[in-house]
C-alpha cells in the first residue's frame, strides 16, 4: 500500500533523510524508533507532504499511486493520517465541527449529522472522553493527554487507510496511554488500519500487534526485525544498531569539537593572563 523507494529529503539545503526504502501493506503495522533528530518526525512530514520538506531523490508510492508532488489535501483524500507530536489549537473551531469538516472534505460527500453525532459519541466513549469536550475548540486549553486523545479521534473518525502516529504517547501518564492505545487497537482491529508508530517507549505497544520495527539513525534506516525488537532497544539502547561508520563520523566530530572548545579556552586563558598582567601594570 505504502511504498517509500530511496526516498532523500532536504530541508533548507540541509540532507536530513538519505535513502529511505519503506514498504508497509494493508493492516500491518509498523514502529519506528531511533535517537532525538534521526529523522522520524521528518519522514512523517513528508510522507504527508508539508511543503517545508523537499524530496531531493526517490518516490513515495501509495496505493500504486506516484504520490511524490502531492498536496497534504490530496493525501488525505487518499487516505493517509498524521498524527502531529505537537496538535495545534484552533481557537474558533470546535472539535466536532472540525472532525466533521475534515471528514467531508476527505470523503468529498456531506455527512449526515444523525449518523455523525451517534459515531462521534461512541468513538469518545472508547478514549473515555468527556462529550462535552466535542463543543470546545479544537485542543485550545486541553492538557497534553487530552490533545493526543483528540488526535486519535480524529483518527477514529476519519478512517484512514494508513495513519503516521507522532510520539503520540510522549509526555502522557500511564492511564492516557493505556487509553490511546485502546483507541489504535481499535483503529487496527475495527478498520484494518496500517500504521506507523514513532515512539520512544514500549507501553502504548503492548496491547498491539506489531509486524516491523525499524531503527533510524541520522536519516538513514540502519536496521529492522520484528516486533520484539521494541523491546531489545528498551532494554539495551540503540548503540547496538549503530553501524560502525556513523560511529565513526560522530567520533570525528566529538574530536573536532572538543578540540575546538579547547583552542577556544586556551585564547580565553591567555586573554585574562594578558589582562592580568594589564590590571596589575595599572596598579604599580
Ligand atoms: P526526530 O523526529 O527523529 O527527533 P526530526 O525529523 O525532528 O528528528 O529532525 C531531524 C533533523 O532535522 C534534526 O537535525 C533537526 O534539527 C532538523 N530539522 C527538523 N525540522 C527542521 C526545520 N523545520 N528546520 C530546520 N531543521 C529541521
Ligand atoms: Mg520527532
Redesign the pocket.
Known amino acids: 500500500m505504502l511504498d517509500v523507494q530511496n526516498l532523500s529529503v532536504n530541508?533548507?539545503e540541509?540532507p536530513?533523510l538519505k535513502g529511505i526504502n519503506l514498504c508497509v501493506k494493508k493492516g500491518e503495522t509498523h514502529v519506528l524508533m531511533?535517537?532525538?533528530?534521526?529523522?522520524?518526525?521528518?519522514?512523517g512530514y513528508t510522507l504527508m507532504g508539508n511543503p517545508?520538506y523537499s524530496v531531493t531523490d526517490g518516490k513515495i508510492l501509495f496505493d500504486g499511486q506516484d504520490i511524490t508532488d502531492f498536496s497534504a489535501d490530496k493525501r488525505s483524500k487518499a487516505g493517509m493520517f498524521l498524527s502531529f507530536?505537537d496538535p495545534l489549537e484552533v481557537p474558533g473551531v470546535t472539535l466536532e465541527n472540525f472532525i466533521r469538516s475534515s471528514m467531508q472534505q476527505v470523503t468529498g460527500q456531506k455527512v449526515k449529522l444523525f449518523q455523525f453525532a451517534k459515531e462521534l459519541e461512541q468513538a469518545m466513549n472508547v478514549l473515555n472522553m468527556n462529550p462535552s469536550y466535542a463543543n470546545r475548540d479544537l485542543n485550545v486549553g486541553f492538557s497534553g493527554g487530552e490533545k493526543k486523545k483528540s488526535e486519535i479521534l480524529q483518527l477514529l473518525m476519519l478512517k484512514p487507510k494508513l495513519a503516521i502516529l507522532?510520539e503520540t504517547d510522549s509526555g502522557l501518564d500511564v492511564d492516557a496511554v493505556r487509553i490511546v492505545s485502546k483507541g489504535i487497537l481499535e483503529y487496527q482491529k475495527k478498520m484494518d488500519g496500517a500504521l506507523i508508530i514513532?515512539t520512544h517507549s514500549t507501553r502504548i505497544l503492548e496491547s498491539l500487534n506489531v509486524d516491523y520495527t525499524h531503527v533510524?539513525v541520522k536519516?538513514k534506516i540502519v536496521h529492522t526485525g520484528d516486533g520484539s525488537l521494541v523491546q531489545k532497544i528498551n532494554d539495551h539502547g540503540f548503540d547496538q544498531f549503530i553501524p560502525e561508520e556513523i560511529k565513526e563520523e560522530e567520533r570525528r566530530a566529538r574530536l573536532m569539537a572538543a578540540a575546538k572548545e579547547a583552542m577556544a579556552q586556551a585564547k580565553a586563558n591567555a586573554a585574562t593572563e594578558v589582562g592580568a598582567v594589564d590590571a596589575k601594570g595599572a596598579y604599580l
Do not use: C, R
Request: no cysteine; hydrophobic share 30%.
Open positions: 530541508i533548507e540541509k536530513i531511533g535517537p532525538n533528530g534521526a529523522g522520524k518526525s521528518t519522514l517545508e507530536q507522532d514513532i533510524m536519516g
